[in-house]
């Protein structure tokens, strides 16, 4: 388990990271999702002993990332999959790994299969290598040391939408067999199909956490109406808010039951309703976020 608590992290007079506590639980998915900036990346790097904190805690199994005796047999870290010797093949820096964790020879090979890094690809020096072959070797020295815990900073990046599913797969597999994955994003629907938990910061401060399903109930009942108007006029008057989508339906707080005695009683015909799935979800982060949005914002 990964426990992060009372975390803060300031530069001179910046808050990057502000009084962040949340979990990551065994055989689980966390998403820990924000936009750019919003403080993912910081936190991810005290974590694993990068940065300092200045005050607060984050601990793996109830342990400083630095006190772990042989880390990457327990930790799995990619934070950059840029920050590789570009001097040197994929297999040396596997090689190097393997060695510096004390594992077997042919563990090297048993994972270049594993993340599909042909011989050809493995023998090629980094700097040749594309963004996505970058991220699979990444991966794959996250993985060599068959660790129970992943920290992954955006490892989607550069993967064609066959190494994204790969991604997936992967890590769905991993977090049923028992391990640990915290998985940062900034856009929501990379990791939405995968993560059992979600954790959203913004401006350096956690603006919402919970499970997944716990979150989509959160962002409430799409419905629309050839009386759109009206049925705004009828929720509004019982009490409940709504936010209209570009395409003409509305997102609401109320439940689907409540929607439907309000559009009843206000003689008002849905054509849709239902709860709020990705999409809404997708409408809540913003909101949440909308203060660390770079697009939009008034110059």
């Known amino acids: 388990m990964i426990t992060i608590d009372s975390l803060t992290r300031k530069y001179g007079d910046f808050t990057a990271v502000d009084n962040v506590t949340f979990e990551a639980r065994t055989g689980r998915v966390t998403g820990f999702l924000g936009p750019n900036g919003a403080g993912k990346s910081t936190t991810m790097r005290v974590m ?24 990457g047999r327990e930790v799995g ?44 690809e493995a023998n090629r020096r980094v700097r040749n290598y594309s963004l996505g072959m970058r991220q699979r070797l990444g991966i794959a020295t996250a993985l060599i040391g068959d660790p129970h815990v992943l920290i992954l900073d955006e490892p989607a990046n550069g993967l064609d939408p066959a190494g994204i599913r790969w991604m997936r797969d992967l890590l769905r597999g991993y977090a049923n067999r028992g391990g640990t994955v915290l998985l940062s994003s900034h856009l929501l629907h990379e990791i939405e199909v995968i993560a059992d938990d979600l954790v959203v910061i913004g401006n350096g401060r956690i603006v919402a956490q919970g499970t997944k399903s716990e979150l989509l109930e959160a962002a409430g009942t799409v419905v629309r109406s050839d009386d759109l108007p009206g049925l705004v006029r009828a929720l509004d008057a019982a009490g409940h808010s709504g936010t209209p989508y570009a395409d003409g339906a509305l997102r609401t707080d109320a439940d689907a039951s409540t929607i439907g005695k309000v559009a009843l009683a206000a003689g008002v015909a ?28 008034a110059a």
């Open 270 to 297: 849905l054509t849709e309703l239902r709860a709020a799935d990705g999409a809404g979800l997708e409408e809540m982060f913003l909101e949440l976020t909308a203060d660390t949005q770079r697009e939009g914002v």
């Open 48 to 71: 694993v002993g990068l940065t300092p904190p200045t005050s607060g805690s984050a601990l793996i199994d109830g342990r400083r990332f630095a006190d772990l005796p042989n880390p």
């Open 77 to 120: 870290v990619l934070l950059d999959a840029s920050a590789q010797h570009a001097g040197r093949t994929g297999r040396e820096i596997l090689t190097i790994a393997q060695r510096t964790m004390g594992l077997p020879k042919g563990s090297v090979d048993a994972m270049l299969e594993r993340v599909s890094l042909t011989d050809n």
